[in-house]
């Protein structure tokens, strides 16, 4: 099973709701991502957790707080965002975060419109 | 600094080989990789290589590295209207606190 997944899939929001993304991964991978991907752009890392801490926040802004509850499971939630947060919130997972274990698989996206 | 360079857009006709480059600046990076993204799907990590091999050939992928001039391209054999999607060259390295950098992805259009 080399599968991430993602829910929801599409998500609508206005500014000031409250609302969380989620990503499972069951590959046994102690490194997981959250990332933003603009259109026609590259993915932007927004957080790394390594072994369920912490690791790289890219001085994202506090309306977006992650979760990582246990190995398998990320959370993102979001709170009083702006139409410009509106992307795809791809989340990813690495058996590690060095040399040969740093290969990444991403889920499929969580396509996010901020109203 | 960080910076992975891809030609933005290739076009080509569905049976013959298709070639995106990629050029990285990092001259500690070890492992270089190559994801595929089709239309509102996630990224798709094709293949990767470690900086001290030259070449790496995995069915219909052909990946050459050149160190020297720290040049990287992946050639799809026989290409088909299914591998039509943008193509992320990336990169990892110690200096770069182990996180991925992506170019800016080459859209790949196969013509019928």
């Known amino acids: 099973d080399t599968e991430v997944t993602q829910t929801p899939k599409h998500l609508v929001m206005g500014m000031t709701n409250k609302k969380s993304l989620k990503c499972e991964q069951h590959?046994?991978?102690?490194?997981m991502y959250w990332y933003k991907q603009k259109a026609k752009k590259p993915p932007e890392l927004m957080f790394v957790?390594?072994?369920?801490?912490?690791?790289i926040n890219e001085s994202v802004p506090s309306r977006f707080s992650p979760e990582c509850p246990n190995s398998s499971l990320l959370n993102l939630h979001l709170h009083a965002l702006q139409p410009e947060d509106s992307a795809l919130y791809l989340c990813a997972s690495s058996p590690g975060t060095s040399g040969i274990s740093y290969e990444q698989y991403f889920g499929p996206g969580t396509r996010l419109t901020v109203t | 600094g960080e910076d992975v360079e891809q030609s933005l857009f290739l076009s080509v006709r569905e049976g013959d080989s298709s070639v995106i480059n990629c050029t990285y600046t990092?001259?500690?990076?070890?492992?270089l990789y190559w994801y595929k993204q089709e239309p509102g799907a996630g990224l798709q990590l094709l293949t990767y290589i470690f900086s001290n091999m030259d070449m790496k050939q995995d069915q219909r992928l052909t990946v050459l590295l050149n160190k020297k001039d720290k040049h990287l391209s992946l050639r799809i054999a026989d290409t088909q209207t299914g591998d039509s999607a943008i193509y992320f060259c990336a990169e990892s390295g110690v200096e770069y606190g182990n996180k991925l950098v992506f170019g800016a992805g080459t859209i790949l259009r196969v013509k019928s």
């Open positions: 990092d001259s500690s990076s070890t492992y």
């Open positions: 957790y390594s072994y369920e801490k912490l690791s």
């Open positions: 590959m046994g991978h102690r490194a």
